[in-house]
């Protein structure tokens, strides 16, 4: 994972400017191994901790030129994810339970011996509801995990003074994951590709950088630029032996 992250890094640049990754093995180990396996001991009540670790070793391994990365992400704003979590499942249960209740009684009117005939097709119908409020309800919980989450890595990277900023709303993400998953559903996972490019699309329409000034840190950190050669050996340096 170290040297694929590393790769990655070498292998983008911005102006010239080549990304780099220094990350640790034993850092990967402890973000990436130990801290999931201590929220599943806790029954994911550490998922926040494991989190904030890996954000932390993923942003402050990384460096353009010779300028690291930092965070300005705290561990508490993982934990809100999880109680923002913890609140959206109680609240689809109440629609739920809402839902199963109002079925139930209408239900009831199509099952007399008067309304012959109607009973299956409400059964058709109040199953199809149901199945699209299933895939309604996991897309909401998706879009809330992951907006948040992205939220709270993304508009908290710094760089030489320069902050990297979001606008991504659990609506906005929702909205776009559900009509992704309702036309790969539709399309048997055909239009795959297409709800890719509406995600990313999505992430660049709501993240920007405050800049302070990057004409002047480019020029700089061009000068301290490592040559290409030896990052692209360090990068393809892959311990891989016969």
């Keep these: 994972m170290v040297k694929a ?3 990655n890094a070498v292998m983008s640049s911005w102006r010239g400017i080549r990304f780099g ?3 640790s093995k034993m850092g990967a180990l402890e973000a990436f191994v130990l801290a999931p396996a201590g929220a599943v001991l806790t029954l994911g009540l550490a998922l926040p901790w ?4 890996q954000n932390a070793y993923l942003i402050q391994g990384h460096s353009l030129g010779s300028t690291p990365a930092s965070t300005t992400a705290n561990s508490r704003e993982f934990w809100r994810i999880l109680g923002l979590l913890a609140l959206s499942v109680l609240a689809g249960l109440v629609v739920v339970g809402v839902l199963l209740v109002v079925v139930a009684g209408v ?3 199509f099952t007399g011996d008067v309304q ?3 009973a299956a097709p409400w ?4 199953g199809a509801v149901f199945g699209a409020a299933y895939v309604t309800g996991l897309t909401f919980l998706y879009a809330v995990v992951n907006a948040r989450y992205m939220h709270v890595v993304y508009g908290n990277i710094v760089l030489a003074g320069n902050k990297m900023r979001s606008s991504i709303s659990i609506r906005g993400y929702f909205w776009v ?5 309702f036309l790969l559903l539709f399309t048997l996972g055909l239009f795959y590709p297409w709800a890719r490019v509406r995600v990313t699309q999505y992430l660049q329409d709501n993240l920007w950088v ?3 000034d990057l004409d002047n840190f480019a020029a700089q950190e061009r000068k301290h630029q490592n040559a290409l050669g030896d990052e692209i050996g360090e990068a393809f340096d892959l311990g891989i032996g016969v």
């Design 21 to 23: 990754f220094n990350g």
């Design 116 to 118: 012959l005939g109607l």
């Design 50 to 53: 494991a989190w904030s670790m």
């Design 210 to 212: 405050d800049a302070q």
């Design 177 to 181: 994951t559900l009509v992704n998953s």
């Design 107 to 109: 239900g009831g009117l």
């Design 123 to 126: 059964q058709s119908f109040m």
């Design 5 to 7: 992250l590393r790769f």
